[in-house]
Each structure stands twice: as C-alpha cells, then as structure tokens.
C-alpha cells in the first residue's frame, strides 16, 4: 500500500490485510479528530496514495449526536470549525461533504455508503475517547485496505516501544528523535480535482450555511452545557490566538506561565485537541519566534517542554495502559499509598453536584471550577489544584477520579483527551514521585492554598473568574 512517501512510516497504522480495490473512484478520508485541511499526515497519506493511482480524494467528516457527554458546546465548536473547511479544501480541489447526525433511528450509516467506491481508505490515528473503537469498527467493515495515521504529535506515538514513567524517562528519547521530525511537511497537492465527484443521495449539508445557534436548538444534545463564552472553534481563531501567543505572551511564558491572574499561556488545547490546529505547526511557529530577542530561548524551550514532552508522554500513557482513563494506570507506589490512607478523616466533603456547582467553601477552587463552567478551560496551574482538592474533599479516591473525569469531559473543550486524561491522573501520583507524608494523600504530592498565595497571585486570579461572570 505504501510506495515512496512524504509521511513517515511509523505515522500509518494499517488497520486490515484488504487490498486497495481495482476500479474504486476516489481515495476516501475519513476525518476524525485532525478536523483541519492543512498540516494534516492522515491527509497528506491520502492525497499520495491518490496521486500513485491516478484518483481523487474525497474527505468525509460526520458529527453524531450521540458521542459521550455531547452537548452545545462541544457541537458548537465542532461545527465553527466545520463551517471553514468546504472552502479549504476546495482552494486544494478537493471535495469535503459534512454529514450532521439529527439523531435519527437508525442511525445512517453514511461511511459504509462510501466505502464501495473507494479504492482505499484513510482515518485518523489515536489511542483515545471513540476513536479506537471506530477504527476497529472500519477494520471489520471494510472490504478495501484501511490505514489510520497519527497525527497526534511532533514524534509518531509508535517511536516509542514501551509506556515512559515520567518526563525524565520520555525527554531523551524525544529530543533524540526530534531531528527526524521537527520540520514542516513537504506539500503534497492532488493531481486530480474532486469538486465535481457526483455522490448518491442526500445524506450531506454544507455546514457553511449552518446557522449554529438554530442546529444546536434542533439536535438531541444536551442543551444544558452552553458554548463556551471565551473560545470560538475553526481554524482562523485557532491561528488568531497562536499569533496573539507568539507577539505577546512568549517572551513572558517561562514566568508567567504559571501566573493565572494573567494570560501568558497559548491558550491552544481546545484546538489542539479537535484537530483544527496541527501541534507541529504550532511548535515551529514558536522554534522560529525564538530566533527573535524579544522570545528568547529560554521561554520558547519552556513551551516547547509543554508542547512535544509533556503532551507526548500524555499520548504514550494512552497508548500502552489499556485503562489510562481509570485509577488503574497508577503506577504501584501512589495506588498503595492512596489505599493506605483512604480511611483518613476528610476536612471537608462535597458531592459531585457541589462540586459541579461550585459550592465549596474555598473561593479560589470555585473561581476554577467557575471558569470551565463559562468558559470549557481552566488556567492549567490551577488545575492541578482543582484536582488536589477534589481528592481531598472526596469521601474516596474511586469518587474523586469519577468526579474529575465527569466535569472535565462534559464541561471541558479540551476534555475526552490523553493530555487531560493524565493530567488528571498527575493529581493521584501519575508520572509523579513519592512525597513527604500527608493525611489523605499518603506520599501524593499535595497542594494547599497558602502555597498557591506564594507563588502566584492568586486573588487577582479569582477576580479575573469574577469578571467573566459579568
């Protein structure tokens, strides 16, 4: 399946032993979570393999209704994206069609419609949320060759053979790698034009000419979740804040990343995380500010830690533990300390609705829980903290984990992710170390709100929450 390629070959996953079928009409792309028309391996795979047999590509992109915790805001920035792409694609002569799941039973089977006239299939690659479930799915429906492609990260996840320990333990083997692939892909443009491909029935809308707020109204979602008040989905205000990051807040970022009551981070998981922003491209964007006087190395390489080594090692986690959403992916020492201490007295304990609520007697967990309530994100520094106080305050660890996993995925547009998945898990010992003794947490590193007090300030922080508030 694979002759002479652009994408490196640890990037494509083959997903069956089918081969690519004689006579098919077009390479079909079936795109998942990279939901963007540039800086795209799955897609760059897609268009080759067309090119080689003389093809069209054809990119299918269908939003269902019945995904884990859909709601308003995870549908509106999903179709804000979504609006962009017909005339993306179509500047590369490439046909998108956009199919909107109204909830129908049953539910049109629009990707098996599709499949017969394809000469090979391609989809996105990763080790989380529903994805591997649709993957397989293909695998077993599919009567033609089906790869998935990783697109996740600056290094291919299978580069690495093994589940790392800690960032200490994943950095060498990253930075050994990075020269082989932190570089811009080389441009790869379809030979034959896809515009007037004819496709059998009415299965597609142009999602350019959704009204979103009217769509979100019509589907069976939960319409209790509203979009977020701070963050537009697509492309266009994905580049807008990396652009804003890069001119304004980089040079500051080593230090005032952890600086919630300011904006010095990128602000760029929501997009990262649906795909409408490549992370490589975000990354050499900020490689190439650091040249400037004004970046300076030191805080581009600080980024450049979150960007590739930390979201690596999130990403690893998820591919090689088969329960990286559960306390089952504790490594052994934080799982025994946890259960040695789960008799200690808490000093305070909420349900999960208070803590949904934000109904607890700390002013600054509030402000975060508040601020991923309107906005779908919490200042990455005081997540940490958000997620300490949920073990503390929970009558058990089973029960701080499921209401962390429960207000981050339903509210969080950056939730349902192997980064948030292990940053979560980080509250429990996760990629973590033993610490000194404490009640509740045993070894677990703790966090309290007088250290907060000293290291940042953190009332200007509640303030800025407040505001929002209006």
């Not at 080689?52 to 999903?78: E, T």
């Not at 996105?124 to 998935?148: I, K, Q, T, Y």
């Not at 547009?413 to 948030?420: A, S």
């Amino acid at each position: 399946m694979r002759d002479q390629s652009s994408v490196p070959e640890r990037r494509v996953v083959p997903l069956n032993g089918a081969p690519e079928r004689r006579g098919g009409r077009y390479v079909l792309y079936w795109m998942q979570i990279a939901q963007r028309a540039e800086w795209s391996p799955a897609l760059d795979h897609a268009i080759e393999r067309a090119n080689a047999l003389g093809l069209p590509v054809l990119v299918y992109h269908g939003l269902r209704a019945d995904y884990p915790h859909a709601s308003d805001r995870l549908h509106a920035f999903v179709l804000e994206g979504a609006r962009e792409l017909p005339a993306r694609f179509a500047a590369r002569g490439i046909r998108y069609v956009f199919h909107l799941d109204r909830g129908e039973r049953p539910r049109r089977k629009i990707l098996l419609d599709l499949l017969p006239a394809a000469a090979l299939v391609v989809t996105d690659f990763s080790p989380a949320f529903v994805v591997p479930a649709h993957n397989g799915a293909l695998a077993r429906h599919a009567r033609v060759a089906a790869a998935a492609v990783d697109g996740n990260g600056v290094v291919p996840l299978r580069e690495m053979t093994k589940a790392e320990w800690a960032a200490r333990t994943i950095r060498p083997k990253i930075h050994r790698l990075l020269p082989a692939h932190f570089r811009a892909p080389e441009r790869v443009e379809p030979k034959r034009d896809s515009l007037s491909l004819r496709l059998p029935g009415d299965a597609f809308v142009d999602p350019a000419r959704l009204d979103v707020a009217e769509t979100l109204a019509s589907l069976p979602i939960d319409h209790s979740v509203p979009p977020s008040i701070e963050f537009r989905g697509g492309r266009a205000a994905a580049v807008a804040r990396l652009d804003r990051f890069l001119a304004r807040r980089l040079a500051g970022y080593a230090d005032g990343r952890n600086e919630p009551g300011e904006t010095w981070t990128s602000e760029l998981s929501p997009y990262l995380h649906f795909g409408q922003i490549s992370i490589l491209e975000v990354a050499l964007a900020a490689r190439k500010a650091a040249a400037t006087a004004r970046a300076g190395r030191a805080n581009a390489d600080a980024f450049l830690e979150e960007a590739i080594v930390r979201r690596e090692l999130a990403f690893n986690m998820a591919l090689f533990e088969p329960n990286h959403a559960t306390l089952e992916a504790l490594p052994e020492w934080a799982a025994a300390t946890l259960r040695a201490h789960r008799r200690d007295p808490r000093p305070w304990t909420y349900s999960a609705r208070d803590f949904e609520s934000a109904a607890t007697h700390d002013a600054i967990w509030n402000a975060a829980q508040r601020e991923l309530l309107l906005t779908g994100k919490i200042h990455g520094y005081v997540r940490m903290y958000w997620g300490k106080k949920i073990i503390e305050w929970s009558p058990t660890i089973e029960d701080a984990h499921r209401t962390m996993v429960h207000l981050n995925d339903r509210h969080g547009l950056d939730g349902r992710d192997p980064n948030g998945h292990a940053n979560m898990l980080w509250c429990f010992g996760k990629h973590d170390r033993p610490w000194g003794e404490r009640p509740v947490f045993g070894t677990v590193r703790t966090m309290t709100a007088d250290g907060l007090r000293r290291k940042c300030d953190i009332e200007a922080y509640v303030r800025r929450v407040e505001a929002l508030r209006g």
